[in-house]
């Protein structure tokens, strides 16, 4: 079946640095693909759309200058986190649709620790 | 604008128990249906999706599912629950491959 997979799984970082986190799609190719973010004991909430070759779409409320998405090819798509701050330590995951019957694949997740 | 609403926020079942698990949507257009499963610091699983023909819909590891369009419901089933059933719980509806999730149901297996 279809595979995402998401890198690296956990990162811990000093507040102030910038964190990328990596999403690739391995055996089929996305033109675009969801972050979504996740706060303990909360559900998860989608961040933006990465649109391969064009601008993310945000959703209301999320800071797009905080929050860099890069969708360079049809395989990968990233997420940097700039300037983290505490506030901002979540688990992000990222899914990409196949195409078939509106079902999307979900990468590991990725828990960010700022500290 | 769609959205989810996860009835039970807790549900603590006792092994071989039968478990529901309630979830019900709204929305102005058509859309699929889907409950997924999340264990500890991991990511999420399809368990199954409805988005058209037989309403009753057979996922993986025993589960199924029926959508009830009058009532608006897409509740969670299983007939007899492992400790490995232990998961996060959640129900989601999709229109254009986005998500809108409901706040998920925390189920609880015990021996």
């Known amino acids: 079946g279809a595979v995402v997979s998401q890198h690296p799984s956990w990162v811990i970082c000093k507040s102030g640095t910038s964190v990328k986190i990596e999403c690739r799609s391995l055996d089929f190719q996305a033109t675009t693909m969801f972050w979504y973010r996740q706060f303990p004991k909360q559900s998860l909430m989608l961040m933006a759309t990465?649109?391969?070759?064009?601008?993310?779409?945000?959703e209301q409320g999320v800071e797009k200058d905080k929050f860099l998405i890069n969708h360079a090819s049809l395989t990968l798509s990233t997420l940097t986190v700039t300037s983290a701050h505490p506030e901002d330590s979540s688990f992000y995951i990222c899914?990409?649709?196949?195409?078939?019957?509106?079902?999307?694949?979900f990468g590991q997740g990725t828990r960010l620790t700022v500290v | 604008a769609q959205s989810v609403t996860q009835l039970d926020s807790q549900v603590p079942v006792f092994e071989e128990a039968p478990v529901e698990l309630r979830c019900n949507y709204s929305?102005?257009?058509?859309?699929?249906l889907f409950w997924y499963v999340q264990y500890p610091n991991q990511g999420l699983q399809l368990l199954l999706k409805y988005l058209s023909g037989s309403t009753l819909v057979k996922g993986i590891n025993g589960f199924e599912a029926e959508f009830n369009k009058s009532q608006t419901s897409f509740h969670l089933r299983k007939p007899s629950v492992h400790i490995s059933d232990t998961a996060e719980y959640f129900c989601a509806v999709s229109y254009d491959y986005k998500l809108s999730f409901g706040a998920g149901t925390t189920v609880t297996v015990r021996a």
């Open positions: 929305s102005s257009v058509s859309v699929y």
């Open positions: 899914s990409a649709p196949t195409g078939a019957l509106a079902e999307a694949f």
């Open positions: 990465s649109n391969e070759g064009s601008k993310a779409t945000y």
